[in-house]
């Protein structure tokens, strides 16, 4: 997995952690159970984030990219 970099504001939903750096493309999901962090997946999108804080909202997360689209996650 890439970590990113940059600013980063993580969510956490139940028990994943939605992270994104906003000098990197990829937003990643960590499985939070337990006493380590696990990478579940990551997608890279075609730019970077424009804001690295995920939202939360109805069993999925969002997160702004550059390229002007809003990414969902469910």
Same mark, same amino acid.
């Given at each position: 997995?890439? $970590?990113?970099?940059?600013?980063?504001?993580?969510?956490?939903?139940?028990?994943?952690?939605?992270?994104?750096?906003?000098?990197? $493309?990829?937003?990643?999901?960590?499985?939070?159970?337990?006493?380590?962090?696990? $990478?579940?997946?990551?997608?890279?999108?075609?730019? !970077?984030?424009?804001?690295? !804080? $995920?939202?939360?909202?109805?069993?999925?997360?969002?997160?702004?990219?550059?390229?002007?689209?809003?990414?969902?996650?469910?």
């Amino acid at each position: 997995w890439n $970590p990113g970099g940059g600013v980063s504001g993580p969510s956490i939903a139940g028990n994943r952690l939605y992270s994104a750096s906003s000098n990197s $493309p990829f937003f990643t999901c960590f499985d939070i159970e337990g006493s380590k962090a696990e $990478p579940l997946w990551q997608f890279k999108m075609n730019d !970077c984030v424009g804001e690295p !804080c $995920p939202a939360i909202a109805g069993g999925m997360a969002f997160i702004l990219c550059l390229d002007g689209n809003v990414y969902a996650f469910k």
